[in-house]
Structures are given as structure tokens and as C-alpha cells.
């Protein structure tokens, strides 16, 4: 039981044996608790940011970066970078907003709001990034089928022997199932990362419904 639960537990039991305690005590620790996990969705959110802006630096002199900076539209690849700062910076802004909403407000009501709000903020977040990793991956897999030199001669080969269509088959077989899994991983990550936060931050708001201040 923590310290929550213990609260509520002795709040309903007789002011004979227990203190009372009030529906402002308990507002009380929801604010504190709501407050904490928005806090730690904020640091989260800036630590995956520094990760990958990491990673793009790690990467930006790799031979399979090189090789795809050559291409006639390699330069797509270097905005799709920067979508994807500006993506982090403008959810973090969101974060660090909501964040800061939470921490100040004395309002049950708009506290419940404001926890609505972080929950929809981390939804479209994942959605975001999701979507702009699907278009990433569309956009890699496009690149390599018109400029490739090696995939280029290949197509060239199944022109040639009649079996174009077979290639079209298995070239967007192959790209979807690699975007599936690695999508699907992407999904994994954030349900496990962010979700347990959502599911204590819904519970703190179902809470605040029954205090019905």
C-alpha cells in the first residue's frame, strides 16, 4: 500500500481511533504525484532527444550515411533530420508546458484538465513519431529503389528477363515487413516507456473524479 492508499484508507476510518484526514489532503498528494510523473515524462522526452541527436552524430560519417548523402536526393534524408529535432523541441515545449500548469494550479477541476491534456500530448507524440517514421522509412526504401547503383543494375536485369512485377513484389515485401518490425518495436518502446507513466497519471485522474471536490 503506498502512501496514497494509507491516506484514503485512514480518511474513511472514524475520527475516534485515526485522525481525519481531509479531501484537501488528499488533493494534495494527487497534485504532488501528478506533478512527479509529468515531471519524469519532460525528463524522458529530453533525454530521448539528446539520444538520437547522439545517434545522428555517431552516424553522420558512416559509410551507409555517406552513401546515401551521394544520391541525386540524398539531401531529403538531412531534412528528414531536422523534421525530426523540431518534432522533440515542439513536444518538450509541450511537455515543459504542461508540466509547469500542473505544478502551479490549486484547482482540482483544472488540475484534472491539465492531466487530460498531458495524456493527449503523449499520445500524439507517439502518433507523431510513429508516422514520421513510417514516412522516414518510405522515403529511405524510395531512395535506394531510383538511385541505388547495385538496385538499379538489378531492376535492370529483371526488365530484361521479363520478371519486373516479381521484383516490385518481393522489393515491397522486403521494405514493409522491415518498417512493420522495426515500427513495431518503435511501439513496444514507447507503451513500455511512457505507458507506465499514462497509467499512473489516468489513475491520479480517476481519483480526483471520486474526491468530487
Not at 485512514?10 to 484526514?21: G, L, V
Not at 538531412?78 to 515545449?93: A, E, G, H, T
Not at 522515403?139 to 520478371?163: A, K
Request: net charge positive; with cysteine; charged share 20%.
Amino acid at each position: 500500500m503506498d502512501a496514497l492508499d494509507k491516506l484514503k484508507s485512514d480518511w474513511k476510518k472514524s475520527e475516534i481511533n485515526y485522525p481525519r484526514f481531509s479531501e484537501k489532503d488528499i488533493y494534495a498528494m494527487l497534485h504532488k504525484r501528478s506533478s512527479s510523473i509529468v515531471k519524469w515524462i519532460l525528463i524522458l522526452s529530453i533525454i530521448e532527444f539528446a539520444f538520437w541527436l547522439g545517434i545522428s552524430f555517431l552516424l553522420r560519417d558512416s559509410p551507409q550515411s555517406q552513401h546515401v548523402n551521394n544520391f541525386e536526393a540524398g539531401y531529403i534524408v538531412r531534412i528528414l533530420d531536422y523534421v525530426n529535432y523540431v518534432i522533440v523541441i515542439v513536444f518538450v515545449s509541450i511537455f515543459y508546458g504542461n508540466y509547469r500548469k500542473i505544478k502551479v494550479t490549486d484547482n482540482a477541476q483544472v488540475l484534472m484538465r491539465n492531466i487530460l491534456k498531458t495524456k493527449r500530448a503523449v499520445t500524439n507524440y507517439i502518433i507523431t513519431v510513429l508516422v514520421y517514421y513510417f514516412i522516414g522509412f518510405a522515403v529511405l526504401f524510395t531512395l535506394y529503389f531510383l538511385y541505388d547503383p547495385q538496385l538499379v543494375n538489378t531492376i535492370h536485369v529483371y526488365e530484361e528477363n521479363g520478371d519486373i512485377m516479381w521484383f516490385y513484389c518481393i522489393y515491397i515485401g522486403i521494405a514493409l515487413l522491415i518498417t512493420g518490425i522495426i515500427l513495431g518495436g518503435f511501439w513496444l518502446f514507447y507503451k513500455l516507456l511512457y505507458g507506465l507513466l499514462l497509467k499512473r497519471l489516468h489513475r491520479n485522474y480517476e481519483e480526483l473524479k471520486k474526491l468530487d471536490l
